[in-house]
């Protein structure tokens, strides 16, 4: 085990990987949305599970941390991975949200690609945090972390790209208004992903 001192009872390990997984199930169920232009309050409305779901962990895991007096790592770096990933799947919720608001219909080729970025990224972070379970997997999770920090520059890159051409080519200033706050919203998951990721790290490298 990375980390062998830490109650019996408890183990933080099941939970992260509890709340790492309702983060994968949002990134997926916004892919599926957005790519099948399923934009609507049920869709919503399930986002919003996922999201009060992955609160349940999180305030889980705070309580646990609260009543345990070893831990499996340094409290703060438990308390940052679980407020980063608990970040990554209320972005997530947010956007589902505006699209809603904002009455988006139909299907977005930028948001299908931003949100397949957002997929492979979420599932570099739960192969991260799944690896942390056991030393020998410290090469694994820094390759994933790695990944995470490349998906983030992709979406730099992809959401100047995207908000370029908006700029030149819609004339609707509501419409620039609005797309530009969803892209925008896209990319600043994969940048919530790269924290989280950075987190993992800082913690295999003080227990290296």
């Excluded at 009872?9 to 232009?37: I, M, P, R, T």
């Excluded at 949200?97 to 492979?120: A, H, M, P």
């Excluded at 995470?148 to 004339?171: P, Q, S």
Aim: glycine share 2%.
């Amino acid at each position: 085990m990375l980390f062998n001192f830490f109650p019996k009872d408890v183990n933080f390990f099941d939970l992260f990987e509890k709340q790492v997984e309702h983060a994968v199930s949002a990134a997926k169920h916004f892919k599926e949305v957005v790519s099948k232009g399923k934009i609507n309050q049920e869709s919503l409305e399930k986002m919003q599970s996922i999201e009060h779901q992955g609160d349940d962990v999180a305030h889980d895991i705070m309580n646990q941390l609260d009543k345990s007096f070893i831990t499996p790592f340094d409290r703060e770096d438990i308390h940052a991975l679980v407020k980063e990933l608990d970040d990554v799947i209320d972005m997530i919720n947010t956007i589902m949200s505006r699209l809603v608001v904002y009455r988006v219909t139909g299907i977005d080729k930028n948001l299908v690609e931003f949100s397949n970025v957002i997929e492979d990224s979420v599932l570099a972070l739960a192969c991260a945090v799944k690896g942390m379970r056991n030393k020998k997997n410290s090469k694994s999770v820094s390759e994933s972390c790695v990944e995470v920090n490349r998906l983030e520059n992709v979406g730099d890159t992809m959401r100047d790209a995207m908000l370029g051409k908006l700029f030149e080519t819609e004339k609707d200033p509501i419409a620039i208004i609005k797309w530009k706050e969803i892209y925008q919203d896209a990319e600043t998951v994969l940048d919530i992903c790269e924290d989280v990721a950075h987190v993992v790290r800082s913690i295999l490298v003080k227990h290296a």
